[in-house]
Each structure stands twice: as structure tokens, then as C-alpha cells.
């Protein structure tokens, strides 16, 4: 019996262990300063994304600065390579009130932006979300929030939140 406990004991350690491999992050997910981010694999409707972040226990990516933002920018490069078909929603949105933009989760403005050229532009009077735009070195671009692209996800990183996972 003992040794069918000790069996137990060291699985319940390796599974937990896996889940919370990057710093903190649980499993897929990437660690940076204090956050843990994913990147989606399926395209969503910005307001679909947002909804399967919080399923995730975050939220839509929240971009404080220039550092967060080419860490995002670097990563979305990797995974795409040369591919431009690529652009990810961010949780900024101006879908409550035009031309002033807030973060989904935090509903503050934004004290770093991080747009292309013209941008935004509000294009048929119908975009009012964000996505990192592969065509334009994923910086900002505004769009319609009915388009379906991938996503990022954020959430405070376990040793921050103080979270147990299992």
C-alpha cells in the first residue's frame, strides 16, 4: 500500500509541476515580468476572444509599454515566420464611446499606444477593436470587432496571484 501512495504522491507532483512550467505560467502559456500570456491557435470575434480569455481565467492582452508590447510583437513574429496572415486581438476597444479608447479589463485609457501609420482610422465607421497587424509589423490597427482573428490572452502569472492550480 505504501508503495502504490508513493506512486500517487509522485504523480500528483509531476502533473502539477507540468501545469505551472514557465515561471509561473500555467502550461502553453509564456511568461513575462509578473504576466503570463497565450497566444490562440483558433480566430475568434474579438468579443468571442475576450469571452474565451476569461474562460482562461484572464483576459484580452493589455499593453502597458514599449517593452510588453515588442515582447508580444517578437513572439507573434516567431510563430508566424514570414506568414502575414497572422494578426492578433488586443483588449483595447473604443466600442463604448468613438475615438476613446480603453483597456477591456482595467476600462482605463491606454498610457502607451502603439499604432500604424493613419491609424485608427475607423474604416466604414465600423472598427472599434484592435489587433497586432502582421502587414504593418504588428503594431496597432484598428478593425471591425466582427472579424475573426487570433488572439492574446493575459493573466497575473500564479506566483503573483497566488493561484493553486488542481
Not at 505560467?25 to 497565450?38: Q, S
Not at 466604414?124 to 490597427?141: I, M, P, Q, S
Not at 482573428?149 to 492550480?165: K, Q
Request: hydrophobic letters at 35%; one cysteine or more; a negative charge.
Amino acid at each position: 500500500m505504501s508503495q502504490l501512495f508513493k506512486f500517487l504522491r509522485l504523480c500528483v507532483f509531476s502533473f502539477s509541476s507540468a501545469l505551472l512550467l514557465d515561471e509561473g505560467c500555467r502550461h502553453g502559456w509564456m511568461h513575462f515580468r509578473d504576466r503570463c500570456y497565450m497566444f490562440s491557435t483558433e480566430e475568434e470575434s474579438w468579443t468571442n476572444a475576450e469571452f474565451r480569455c476569461r474562460v482562461f481565467g484572464g483576459h484580452l492582452a493589455e499593453i502597458q509599454d514599449a517593452e510588453t508590447n515588442r515582447f508580444l510583437q517578437d513572439n507573434a513574429r516567431l510563430r508566424h515566420a514570414n506568414d502575414n496572415n497572422y494578426n492578433y486581438f488586443i483588449g483595447l476597444t473604443d466600442e463604448a464611446a468613438l475615438d476613446e479608447w480603453e483597456w477591456v479589463q482595467k476600462a482605463t485609457k491606454p498610457n502607451f499606444t502603439n499604432w500604424g501609420d493613419n491609424q485608427p482610422d475607423h474604416q466604414g465607421n465600423d472598427e472599434h477593436c484592435v489587433f497586432l497587424y502582421a502587414n504593418d509589423h504588428y503594431r496597432w490597427h484598428d478593425v471591425d470587432c466582427d472579424d475573426h482573428d487570433l488572439f492574446i490572452c493575459e493573466e497575473e502569472d500564479m506566483n503573483t496571484e497566488g493561484n493553486i492550480i488542481g
